[in-house]
């Protein structure tokens, strides 16, 4: 009956430290994923914000430009501030391809974070299947020492071959939280 005790005793210590382990990585997981998003969320609000200043930013430029090719236009000949007002034109056509381009690799970047969030999404699902499988594998070896129990009550001639074979499960139960310690 110690034997049996202390089987226990073993099995929940295996249960309170798979738990823990357990909430240790849905933890670490849920942190990492959340800040993943977060992330992501300030990248794009950045990019909106970066965004919208550099179209005012460009707009002033322009404006600026523009009202001094008027000036010049009053001054000079009707022909150089066209000549100007077309250079300004393709600068500010030049600068907003190299906005859209900027815009064009920050949403690449955004999309790679995507598949980032992605990626762990599937891990931490792979994850919690070795979960599932590790309390299976417990919950099976549970069942065969409660039947070694009833076994043990039911005779007391066959306890020798019955001590026996729950230190055989014993050895099984170590081996077998060994091998879930060794995967983690």
């Not at 236009?73 to 009707?78: G, M, S, T, W």
Request: hydrophobic share 35%; glycine share 2%.
């Amino acid at each position: 009956m110690a034997d049996f005790s202390k089987n226990n005793e073993a099995l929940d210590e295996l249960k309170r430290a798979h738990a823990k382990e357990i909430a240790g990585h849905v933890q670490e997981h849920n942190k990492k994923y959340s800040a993943l998003q977060v992330e992501m969320l300030n990248q794009v609000d950045q990019l909106k914000e970066q965004h919208q200043k550099e179209i005012e930013k460009l707009n002033r430029e322009w404006d600026k430009k523009l009202k001094e090719a008027v000036e010049a236009a009053k001054k000079d000949e009707q022909a150089k501030a066209q000549q100007a007002l077309d250079k300004l034109k393709k600068d500010f056509e030049n600068k907003a391809e190299l906005l859209n381009t900027k815009i064009q690799r920050l949403s690449e970047e955004l999309e790679t974070l995507k598949n980032t969030v992605k990626e762990k999404d599937k891990h931490i699902k792979k994850q919690e299947e070795d979960i599932a499988s590790r309390d299976s594998v417990i919950k099976q070896l549970e069942l065969e020492i409660a039947k070694l129990n009833s076994i043990i009550s039911s005779s007391g001639a066959q306890s020798s071959s019955l001590a026996e074979e729950i230190a055989k499960l014993k050895q099984e139960i170590i081996q077998k939280s060994t091998e879930i310690t060794s995967k983690d």
